[in-house]
């Protein structure tokens, strides 16, 4: 069996088929930023996601795989932990109370078949398969309020019950989130928040406000055919078909959203099986 494994570089990588035949294809996403200092052993980022399945490939087609970046880890300071991983990733906040950095969303990691850069918006378009990045930490944040789930759709972010109005970061799901494919940023505040992980649609980010503060939520997940999907025209809007299949036809059998999966840089692995059979383990 000939296998592709693709570990995160921060840009994208290029898998020409060399054959005809099925492939067994996984992709998992990043978590998002965890506690440097342990300020709170309790408390843990987003994990991302894995997904995978079969799909039939003709030899000589390529595949452009996107894999996500790990969120940046809570710091002391404004140049530290803020950063999104790459592919989607949100940045933290930076609190103006003690200036300390909240943890980065972690990026997904997707197929796809157009290039590009990863924000591209034909590109995005383009995703046959998406494993959702998970949310950033909040290091106030009340663990109580997150499932750590990462399934077809994102999680809730942790929040700090006790603020009169904590903020509650919504899972994006798969027709909204903070934007298609992009998790959203958290605002710099007094008490903030963390950054949205990367998806299919990316999660929202946590804190905003001088009362509220919360992690960032986790992205949504996508497989073209899997049951709950919903794929997009192609087009360069945003259009939604209420259909399982992609524009382009492809389509995985057997598809497994698997949630709380990964807690570092997102990677994918590409298995070529001739027969719709599942890798050894």
């Known amino acids: 069996m000939e296998t592709k494994t693709f570990n995160y570089t921060g840009d994208v990588q290029e898998y020409t088929v060399p054959k005809d035949g099925y492939y067994y294809v996984e992709t998992v996403g990043a978590a998002g930023g965890t506690d440097e200092f342990s300020y709170n052993e309790t408390l843990k980022s987003g994990y991302g996601a894995k997904t995978s399945g079969h799909i039939f490939l003709k030899a000589g087609e390529k595949l452009y795989i996107y894999v996500g970046g790990n969120g940046g880890i809570v710091g002391g300071g ?3 932990g803020r950063a999104g991983g790459y592919n989607g990733g949100g940045n933290g906040g930076l609190s103006t109370f003690d200036n300390r950095a909240q943890g980065g969303g972690g990026g997904a990691t997707d197929v796809r078949l157009v290039g590009g850069s990863w924000n591209n918006t034909s590109s995005l378009i383009s995703r046959i398969m998406v494993a959702g990045g998970g ?3 909040d290091m106030y944040a009340d663990p109580a309020g997150s499932s750590y789930l990462y399934g077809l759709d994102g999680t809730i972010g942790r929040y700090d019950s006790s603020y009169t109005y904590p903020s509650i970061a919504k899972g994006a799901t798969q027709t909204r989130g903070n934007a298609f494919g992009v998790g959203g940023n958290a605002s710099d505040a007094r008490t903030t928040g963390g950054g949205g992980g990367g998806g299919y649609y990316g999660g929202t980010a ?12 986790g992205g949504s997940s996508y497989i073209s055919g899997y ?4 794929s997009v025209k192609e087009s360069t809007t945003i259009t939604h078909t209420n259909d399982t299949l992609h524009y382009s036809g492809k389509y995985f059998l057997g598809g497994i959203i698997t949630p709380n999966y990964n807690s570092g840089d997102g990677y994918a692995r590409i298995y070529y099986c001739l027969l719709y059979t599942s890798p050894s383990p």
């Open 78 to 80: 404004a140049t530290s």
């Open 227 to 230: 049951a709950g999907v919903n």
């Open 206 to 217: 946590g804190g905003g406000g001088y009362a509220a503060s919360g992690s960032g939520s």
């Open 135 to 137: 949310g950033g930490l």
